[in-house]
């Protein structure tokens, strides 16, 4: 399994198709599955649509073994309209997070103890990381992943 931040791809609005090459390494004929959840970063939704539908068509000509599960997003009702279109245009299974968007439950939430990149924890004190999904958020992702496998 490989894990991939490509917050490139969605804040590269004015070409994200010159981004794709980043992840081509990555990219083989023997995946079995892609998980994309792609938009969270992305301010600029003038060509989101477009994009997207680009680069899910790219990694189903150098994946064409690989199931690809599009995942919707956390917080935007906009975004998540876009990609669903996208899978549904795609004919690409949408994990929906409408369930969980905006519930606070499902969020890190202010003053939580978490690791951080240098393995040591850390109090969350910042609005904007206490808005990610937290270990409840995480797993709630899971599972919408789970359920459509």
């Known amino acids: 399994a490989d894990v991939y931040n490509f917050f490139v791809w969605e804040t590269t609005a004015h070409d994200r198709t010159q981004t794709i090459g980043n992840i081509r390494p990555l990219l083989s004929a023997d995946l079995d599955l892609i998980t994309v959840q792609l938009s969270e970063n992305a301010s600029d939704l003038t060509t989101f649509s477009e994009d997207l539908t680009e680069l899910l068509t790219q990694l189903r000509q150098a994946c064409p073994k690989a199931g690809i599960v599009l995942v919707d997003d956390f917080w935007n009702d906009e975004k998540s309209a876009l990609k669903q279109a996208v899978a549904d ?61």
């Open 89 to 149: 245009q795609l004919a690409i299974p949408f994990a929906s997070l409408s369930h969980i968007r905006g519930k606070e439950e499902f969020q890190c939430g202010l003053n939580t103890t978490v690791y951080g990149d240098d393995h040591t924890l850390h109090t969350v004190e910042h609005n904007g990381v206490a808005a990610h999904p937290g270990d409840a958020g995480m797993r709630a992702i899971a599972q919408s992943i789970i359920d459509l496998l």
